[in-house]
């Protein structure tokens, strides 16, 4: 498993190198705005805004102080041939490097080799 409580920044860290497979993603988001989640299939942590990911995953807004959330199971797995790279950012586009708060977002992915 692998847990990102967010830093003030876009987050670009290595999940893990070599083949994995996405089993499990649950995020919450306690922002005002949708954050992004980002991930890359790569050897190496993500350069947030150079490298193109592979999958964005909308987080929702908090509304009334209940936090925003999503939660993907995939029985199948979603497959990052090279690595698991991550991110998070306040915008969608590919290129996006708009910084959330800190604490703000928080992933918890399990993945399958």
Do not use: C, W
């Amino acid at each position: 498993p692998y847990f990102l409580n967010s830093a003030a920044t876009t987050n670009g860290a290595l999940v893990i190198t070599g083949t994995s497979g996405l089993a499990f993603l649950h995020a919450t988001n306690t922002g005002a705005t949708v954050a992004f989640v980002k991930l890359y299939n790569k050897a190496t942590a993500p350069t947030v805004g150079t490298d193109v990911p592979e999958m964005i995953i909308p987080v929702p807004a908090a509304v009334s102080g209940v936090p925003g959330v999503v939660t993907i199971t995939s029985f199948i797995g979603a497959r990052f041939a090279l690595g698991l790279g991550i991110a998070v950012t306040g915008g969608v586009a590919d290129n996006d490097t708009t910084a959330v708060a800190a604490g703000q977002v928080k992933v918890k992915i399990s993945r399958t080799t």
